[in-house]
């Protein structure tokens, strides 16, 4: 008796939800598509924002196959149990002179989303987020000098838990295209682009779209896979806290497959594996930034993992290269001028551990440079790393010469398989040293 009752208040539940839970039509709600002037753009973002406010557990909210010219700045609390269809294109504005800002001058996300819980992004096809990033990036090589960092994401999630995004296309993104600090989030059959042109690789140009992260990700519980990132920046960003996170059928190109910068945290238990990196700028990236509390990164595995003409380091693990500033040359922690110029600084901050760390079955061909930089401090230097089958066809020799690699602060590393070139600070246990 009390199981039919409970089986009768479950179903009861259950009708419940599907009599209350409602499909929202943006274009029936008073969107506004396929019209791009700044007055639409800010009468749209402000319904969008509205409207996404207004959800409830159980709605679905349609963006219908359409483009719809949007102002950003859109903030979301406490969504939950809904489903976000991009069918269409949200085309964001590039007018920066008037973008939303928080006081101090900051600009706002393109979308923020606070607290959501069980949300999936989808789309019948492919929906589509334009950043509209040229403007943004400025002129080349000028850009930086002109706005800096102070530029908005496409998709920002701050606490979220369970949620899926799939089927959506980021298309150039001002800054980078996404943040999202979860607990519990699969991304698929997605794809990000950000660049100046179509050419296929990446030169001074393309590289001044930049800080265009891809999927940037903090927090626990991550499965990206079955993705496509063409971006002049990290293609794939672990961040700060982070664990349990998997990355699989990558492909790739941009500033690598990355877990960084770190600094003060425990970032555990991260695993790219079966992806593939064409013209990529670095490959395998793992970065400290400054920073004196502890930080430590610990047990990675890259696994089954191809790179073709790769145009700068194909493996980095190491201090952090970038600058943050607007001299280029400025060393945070390493400088972007190192080791081309001969007083650029570039040194393995004293607080970061690297700590069980394995390449397995990593393909190179014909990189540009040499192989790769492996740079520990020596006062705290990296522990258990392992290159299983790591193999460099057609090695380029410049800066590091028949070395291949530079190869400092390391106090354990093994090179196992058919690993060839091995880097010079590694225990050679390969078949080529027992024949």
């Known amino acids: 008796m009390q199981f039919k009752m409970a089986l009768c208040c479950l179903l009861l539940a259950s009708l419940v939800a599907d009599i209350t839970a409602n499909i929202i039509n943006f274009e029936d709600a008073g969107g506004v598509p396929d019209t791009d002037t700044l007055n639409i753009s800010w009468y749209n973002g402000a319904l969008l924002n509205k409207t996404l406010k207004e959800l409830s557990p159980g709605d679905q909210f349609v963006i219908p196959n359409k483009t719809f010219h949007v102002m950003g700045g859109l903030e979301v609390y406490n969504l939950s149990s809904v489903v976000l269809q991009i069918d269409g294109t949200l085309s964001y504005s590039d007018d920066f002179h008037v973008w939303p800002?928080?006081?101090?001058?900051?600009?706002?996300?393109?979308?923020?989303?606070?607290?959501?819980?069980?949300?999936?992004?989808?789309?019948?096809?492919?929906?589509?987020?334009?950043?509209?990033?040229?403007?943004?990036?400025?002129?080349?090589?000028?850009?930086?000098?002109?706005?800096?960092?102070?530029?908005?994401r496409l998709l920002t999630i701050d606490n979220?838990?369970?949620?899926?995004?799939?089927?959506?296309?980021?298309?150039?993104?001002?800054?980078?295209?996404?943040?999202?600090?979860?607990?519990?989030?699969?991304?698929?059959?997605?794809?990000?682009?950000?660049?100046?042109?179509?050419?296929?690789?990446?030169?001074?140009?393309?590289?001044?779209?930049?800080?265009?992260?891809?999927?940037?990700?903090?927090?626990?519980?991550?499965?990206?896979?079955d993705v496509e990132i063409w971006n002049q920046d990290d293609c794939i960003a672990v961040k700060d806290g982070s664990k349990?996170?998997?990355?699989?059928?990558?492909?790739?190109?941009?500033?690598?497959?990355?877990?960084?910068?770190?600094?003060?945290?425990?970032?555990?238990?991260i695993t790219f594996r079966d992806s593939y990196m064409k013209h990529t700028v670095k490959g395998i990236y793992m970065k400290f930034r400054g920073g004196s509390k502890p930080g430590l990164i610990k047990d990675v595995l890259y696994e089954n993992i191809v790179m073709d003409e790769p145009e700068s380091w194909p493996i980095w693990?190491?201090?952090?290269?970038?600058?943050?500033?607007?001299?280029?040359?400025?060393?945070?922690?390493?400088?972007?001028?190192?080791?081309?110029?001969?007083?650029?600084?570039?040194e393995a901050p004293a607080a970061g551990l690297y700590q069980n760390i394995t390449l397995r079955n990593i393909t190179i061909n014909s990189p540009k440079t040499s192989p790769g930089v492996i740079l520990g401090n020596i006062t705290?230097?990296?522990?258990?790393?392992?290159?299983?089958?790591?193999?460099?066809?057609?090695?380029?020799?410049?800066?590091?010469g028949d070395k291949f690699y530079l190869c400092e602060g390391v106090s354990h590393g093994v090179a196992t398989g058919n690993t060839k070139p091995v880097p010079p600070c590694f225990e050679d246990r390969t078949i080529h040293s027992i024949n």
């Open 317 to 346: 693990i190491g201090p952090a290269q970038q600058a943050d500033n607007s001299n280029p040359c400025f060393p945070n922690p390493c400088s972007l001028c190192w080791p081309d110029d001969p007083d650029a600084k570039c």
């Open 101 to 152: 800002r928080v006081a101090g001058g900051r600009v706002k996300e393109c979308l923020h989303l606070y607290n959501p819980t069980n949300i999936t992004f989808t789309s019948s096809g492919t929906g589509t987020f334009n950043g509209n990033g040229a403007k943004w990036w400025g002129l080349p090589g000028v850009g930086y000098l002109e706005r800096g960092e102070n530029r908005p």
């Open 380 to 400: 705290n230097p990296m522990q258990g790393v392992v290159f299983d089958n790591v193999v460099v066809n057609n090695p380029g020799k410049k800066p590091w």
């Open 160 to 225: 979220g838990k369970d949620i899926l995004i799939e089927n959506l296309f980021f298309l150039n993104s001002p800054y980078w295209n996404t943040i999202l600090n979860v607990d519990g989030l699969e991304i698929r059959n997605c794809a990000i682009d950000a660049r100046r042109d179509k050419d296929d690789g990446h030169d001074f140009i393309d590289l001044t779209a930049f800080n265009t992260d891809g999927f940037d990700v903090t927090g626990q519980n991550v499965y990206i896979h």
């Open 244 to 269: 349990n996170m998997l990355f699989e059928r990558v492909t790739a190109s941009g500033l690598g497959l990355t877990i960084g910068s770190i600094s003060g945290s425990i970032v555990e238990n």
